[in-house]
């Protein structure tokens, strides 16, 4: 019965998506007010539907439900409660439903949140949104109904991949939807723009918040997304260029680009269309990364069974909204020619470089990507693009970037100044200079090149980003009052280019100072690795709740004092017949230890694979950094002062209208 | 400086730089692209000696051997031919006798394959498409029959 009350509200919810589409056109066509009004409350009976239906989906897999035949694929009796409620999202079928019930979600906030914008324009951006939302729930329907029946019943499910029994996976994928589907709400604020025509200062300002709110959730979804592969999948690295991490780096970067160019709009009124061209891409890219992942054109650890005809529809409805949305582009992006002048040498000026940099970056993943696909698609033959080429370019495309952070603090809008510019930086750079020079040689020893130019780049960026700050308060007569005087939106701004600067130091000491080893060792016997004695006591047998595992035990000494014992395990899980291997991690913010089982041999040695990582958790640190500072700029003052002013203002311009 | 030279000089500064980007990009991408072969491609002998590329295939029952430490050699085969592999390093989990791998690495003048990465997914009926493909063979001639190399039984678990 729960199934097909699920079944049931996705049905209704088609039937409303489609409505909340054509109503607000019709409404807008015809200057109606009472169907623009109706667009809110479809998308608010269309989010209850789904999260109605997103519920039944867990009540079956909480009881077990092998009658439904996701449930018994997905799921098994001893299956843990918490993996039971993550398990719904942990293939292809829930994962849809998850990204279908997320995009309610944004519509649901948008239709609460608007009321200060002019009805028109909310109206218009919750039917662009429902144009995805029937597209999506269609391609449910139709290929992935989550609620399918299977006869017979079967005994037992076949239980949750193993590799995803983790608290990684729980928070991983619906983070990472979170931000790949909130670009719809900026894709939907630039359609809409491209209809009304009217794109100015206060579109801007509606439109960041959003904008920022979807980056923090894709920022924390792909450093939760590096640290789970790091932690799970016992390949000791961060991060592997592979296509799917690709896949959510890509509108990560065109998003970044997005906001600093919003920036620009907002203050400045300048680069228009490009905001809006960007706002276009970056939800197509979202988009594509959703294909890539479901179409199973990938071979990837992220790749579900595959299906050709999801593949197909998923790139229609890709070619359908992306085509539509720059065929309108082209046809009215005209109108939206900027008045003004744009000096390179300002904060405007440096913003587009940003862009550039930043665009440039994308599309060099996005060749390493689809190239190989689209070779293998014309039968020209198979390759695949290996992780060099994505450092060799993008390494380097990120010096420049990082190069004008620095700058970007400090120079300031319309014109800046190059001997004011330089007495304000001069000190950050002398600074990051001297850092460059010391930590990797007090560190390590010895000054490697990456890690000197991580090293510099890292504290020119952490130092030269917090000089608005710092000027800030400088200019008030006591700290506590110059601390309070900073907005939220500066310091978000300094916190996440700091967090940029702290990742960089990461990326570049893990890749210069970093040790990888794989040893077999028979029980007692030792290696040594960097300033660590690893010795391998044995293995022995543990049990979990639903796996059997081999535990290893590793005693780690420096010098003679003893640093750690670590306990790796190899598990298996006879519900699928799968071993899994769980790595043990030591770690400190200066370095991890890790340590992972290989495979047992008949004389009791085993095959451990070691590494020592050097400030790995800055690169976390720095996204998390990030993150927080996304929460802080979407949530500056600003926003919120200025809804009485906006409201008013449509208030006005409405009456005029009327 | 006018206003217009000024902006002549940032195109041009933009152009330069997409320029220098487009030609780094390239010049990575050529040097690592890995084709994709079979063993019938690798035993034909056209790739080079010591050129990148990648090896698919299912892992020859009964013909993996260990060395020293975790060197070891197997060999990769398709339903015509087979290539031997040398890999030194920790096994994916999934490998196994019979089953499909990856290989990455490159042909050496013994005509021995030097594995550097060995790929096998997490999943036991996981099968890397390209191998999948490879060993349908030619649907017109209705060769290729891979019985020889079906899946052998998995009683591995964790020992």
Redesign the interface.
């Known amino acids: 019965m729960i199934p097909e009350l699920g079944h049931f509200a996705l049905i209704l919810a088609l039937g409303i998506a489609f409505l909340q589409t054509v109503a607000p056109l019709l409404g807008y066509q015809r200057r109606d007010a009472k169907l623009l009004a109706f667009a809110g409350s479809a998308a608010q009976a269309q989010f209850f539907c789904i999260a109605f239906a997103y519920a039944c989906l867990t009540i079956s897999f909480i009881n077990t439900d092998f009658s439904v035949a996701y449930v018994a694929q997905n799921a098994h009796t001893d299956l843990p409660m918490v993996y039971r409620v993550s398990a719904v999202w942990g293939a292809h079928e829930g994962s849809l439903l998850l990204w279908m019930l997320m995009l309610s979600g944004w519509t649901f906030a948008v239709s609460v949140f608007n009321r200060r914008i002019p009805a028109e324009l909310s109206a218009l951006v919750i039917a662009v949104l429902g144009v995805i939302s029937t597209g999506l729930l269609l391609f449910m329907l139709l290929t992935s109904n989550p609620f399918d029946r299977l006869f017979p019943v079967p005994m037992q499910g076949r239980d949750l991949n193993p590799l995803l029994q983790d608290f990684g996976l729980a928070i991983h994928p619906p983070t990472l939807y979170m931000g790949y589907v909130g670009f719809s709400v900026a894709f939907a604020f630039a359609v809409a723009a491209l209809i009304t025509g009217k794109l100015d200062a206060a579109w801007a300002r509606w439109t960041r918040p959003w904008t920022t709110t979807a980056w923090i959730f894709l920022t924390l979804g792909i450093t939760l997304g590096s640290w789970w592969a790091y932690n799970e999948l016992g390949w000791g690295g961060w991060w592997f260029w592979d296509p799917v991490e690709n896949a959510s780096f890509m509108p990560w970067l065109a998003g970044t680009a997005l906001i600093h160019s919003l920036a620009v709009t907002e203050k400045r009124g300048l680069l228009k269309s490009w905001t809006v061209l960007l706002a276009i891409l970056t939800f197509s890219l979202s988009l594509l990364g959703t294909f890539l992942v479901r179409s199973g054109v990938l071979v990837s650890v992220h790749a579900f069974a595959s299906d050709p005809a999801r593949g197909l529809f998923i790139l229609i409805f890709m070619a359908v909204v992306t085509g539509s949305a720059l065929t309108l582009y082209a046809w009215r992006a005209p109108k939206l020619a900027t008045v003004g002048d744009l000096h390179l040498f300002s904060r405007e000026g440096l913003l587009l470089l940003n862009n550039v940099f930043l665009v440039v970056a994308c599309a060099a993943i996005l060749v390493g990507t689809l190239y190989p696909l689209v070779l293998d698609a014309l039968n020209l033959g198979k390759i695949s693009v290996g992780p060099p080429y994505f450092n060799a370019v993008f390494l380097p495309l990120m010096v420049p970037l990082f190069v004008l952070v620095g700058f970007g603090a400090v120079v300031p809008w319309k014109k800046g100044k190059a001997g004011e510019t330089w007495q304000r930086l001069k000190l950050p750079a002398l600074f990051a200079v001297a850092f460059a020079i010391v930590v990797p040689l007090a560190l390590h020893g010895q000054a490697a090149l990456l890690a000197v130019t991580g090293a510099l780049l890292g504290a020119w960026t952490i130092v030269a980003a917090s000089q608005d700050v710092w000027r800030r308060i400088r200019a008030k007569p006591s700290l506590v009052a110059g601390i309070a005087s900073v907005p939220r939106a500066t310091w978000g701004m300094t916190l996440a280019h700091a967090g940029l600067g702290i990742w960089a130091l990461g990326v570049a000491f893990v890749i210069s100072y970093g040790f990888e080893k794989d040893v077999r060792l028979a029980p007692n016997a030792t290696t040594e690795i960097g300033d660590f004695t690893f010795g391998f006591v044995g293995a022995q047998e543990a049990k979990g709740p639903n796996f059997t595992a081999q535990q290893g035990e590793v005693t780690i000494e420096r010098g003679d004092h003893s640093v750690t014992t670590l306990y790796p395990q190899k598990r298996f899980y006879p519900s699928q017949r799968n071993v899994m291997t769980e790595s043990a991690v030591d770690a400190t913010l200066l370095r991890d230890l890790y340590v992972s089982l290989g495979e047992g041999f008949a004389d009791g040695s085993w095959s451990l694979r070691i590494y020592v990582k050097p400030m790995i958790r800055l690169i976390w640190l720095g996204g998390v950094l990030m993150f927080f500072g996304g929460c802080l700029a979407a949530s500056d003052r600003r926003y919120r002062l200025a809804r009485a002013a906006d409201r008013k203002l449509a208030l006005d311009g409405g009456t005029q209208a009327a | 400086m006018t ?1 217009r030279n ?1 902006r002549l ?2 195109v041009a ?2 152009l330069i ?2 320029g220098v ?1 487009a030609t ?2 390239f ?3 050529r ?6 072969y079979t063993p019938s491609d690798l035993a034909a002998g056209t790739v080079p000696v010591g050129a ?1 590329a ?1 090896l698919g295939g299912l892992v020859e029952a009964g013909s993996l051997t ?1 060395g020293d ?2 060197k070891v050699e197997f060999r990769v085969a398709d339903c015509a031919k087979n290539i031997p592999v040398r890999y ?4 994916p ?2 490998f196994r006798e019979g089953q499909g791998v ?1 290989a ?1 690495g490159y042909m050496n003048d013994e005509h021995v394959f030097v594995a550097t990465r060995i ?1 096998a ?4 009926n996981y099968m ?3 191998v999948a493909d490879a060993l349908k063979g030619n649907p017109d001639t209705g060769k290729h029959s891979c019985m020889p190399f079906k899946a052998v039984d ?1 009683t ?4």
């Open positions: 206003k000024q000089l940032g500064a933009l730089g997409v980007a780094l990009g010049t990575a991408f040097k690592n692209m890995m084709y994709f990148a990648q260990r430490g975790l030194e390093g920790v096994l989990d999934l990856v990455d790929l997914k997490h999943d036991e890397p498409p390209q998995k591995v678990a964790a020992s």
